[in-house]
Structures are given as C-alpha cells and as structure tokens.
C-alpha cells in the first residue's frame, strides 16, 4: 500500500477506473481522471447524466482502480478503493466548483456535461495485485 494514501490518490495526471453495478447486478466500467480523495475515507467526484450515475442512483456500491503499469505484471502497482456513495447534488456550489476545475483539463464543453457531484465514503483500501496475503487496509 502506498505510504500516503491521499496523496497517491490524487497524483496527477492519472487515469482511473471507476466501477458500478445496477440494482440487478449489471456491471459498468468507466474511466475517470476526477475523483479527489479529501480525506482517507472520503472521495469526492462528478458525473455526466450517464449509466454510472444510474446505478450509483440504484446501488450505491463502486471501486476506483488506479493502475500503474511495468515491465512485469507482478510488478505493477495500483489500488482498488472500494466506497460507497454517501451523497450527490445536481447543483451548488461543489459541483460549480468542480465543473470549474475540470474546464481546465477537459475544456468548458466537456466541464459543462458533468450532472452530478458525488460524495463518497471509503471502507476499503486494497493492491492491484492481491495474492491473498492480507494486504488490505479496511478504513
């Protein structure tokens, strides 16, 4: 695990996956640049009016994975934070502010499709590469 969780988090620039899944367990995998760890148990990201923030509306479970290729796979390295949506908000002042930030990596066009402004809770912290020997970090 990296030493500093919230600071790996948010090491920029990075791409990441973010995972979600219907009520009737239909899974999505998006790729996401955004999200912002604020503290080590909560996440703070936005969303277009898209399938993620559907089943995020019908289930609230996600994972973010960020990887970091090598020339081995073992030797690659990654998280996968596994959280839970705590709340959105499809106006205000966050998701202002968060559609402001983004214009400067995406462009104003893209920043303006963002819907939603997500807030969640973290309450698990584990490698990308887990060979089940209890590395994980519950929060």
Do not use: C
Not at 11 to 19: E, T
Not at 42 to 58: D, G, I, K, Q
Not at 71 to 83: E, L, P
Not at 108 to 132: C, N, S
């Amino acid at each position: 695990m990296p030493a500093n969780l919230i600071e790996y988090f948010n090491k920029a620039p990075r791409l990441g996956v973010l995972s979600t899944s219907s009520s009737d367990g239909r899974v999505d995998s998006a790729v996401f640049g955004s999200p912002q760890m604020i503290d080590e148990k909560t996440v703070l990201a936005a969303t277009a009016n898209n399938r993620t923030f559907a089943n995020l509306l019908e289930n609230p479970y996600a994972t973010y994975t960020i990887i970091e290729p090598a020339d081995s796979i073992t030797d690659w390295k990654g998280i996968r934070v596994y959280m839970k949506l705590k709340e959105y908000t499809t106006s205000g002042e966050l998701l202002e502010m968060i559609r402001t930030q983004a214009a400067n990596f995406v462009g104003e066009e893209a920043a303006k499709l963002l819907h939603a402004a997500l807030t969640f809770e973290v309450y698990e912290v584990r490698p990308l590469i887990d060979f089940g020997q209890g590395w994980e970090k519950s929060i």
